[in-house]
């Protein structure tokens, strides 16, 4: 059964950076595409970073030039690097695979949240 766990949220001013980590347990990273989600109350969670088993990668417009996803198909982990944070940023993150822009398993990390405030 896959497994995500998430690590790394905290509380941050804006302006400030923080990396996210995922460690992906019951399947093999390198096979597939992978993401970064996040979810405020009251919201669906929304994909914000995406990174391919080719290695592309796509932000959603609002994180373009500030956050990173990257990978370690070795360790089975997905970061997201956030870099010059916004209270609009405020949320729990999770990751998930990706099929489109569709998480594609069912299951879900406790996720970790990331507060930006002054």
């Known amino acids: 059964q896959v497994q995500f766990v998430e690590s790394g949220g905290g509380l941050v001013h804006p302006g400030g950076s923080l990396t996210l980590s995922c460690a992906v347990s019951?399947?093999?990273?390198?096979?597939?595409?992978m993401g970064w989600f996040r979810q405020t109350p009251g919201n669906q969670r929304e994909l914000v970073a995406r990174?391919?088993?080719?290695?592309?990668?796509n932000y959603v417009d609002s994180v373009k030039g500030r956050f990173t996803i990257s990978r370690d198909n070795a360790k089975n982990t997905v970061y997201l690097q956030m870099n010059n944070l916004k209270p609009e940023d405020t949320a729990v993150y999770y990751c998930?695979?990706?099929?489109?822009?569709?998480?594609?398993?069912?299951?879900w990390g406790q996720g970790t949240q990331v507060t930006v405030s002054s």
């Open positions: 998930n695979s990706v099929w489109g822009t569709e998480a594609k398993f069912d299951s």
């Open positions: 019951g399947i093999r990273l390198s096979m597939y595409d």
């Open positions: 990174s391919t088993i080719i290695q592309s990668t």
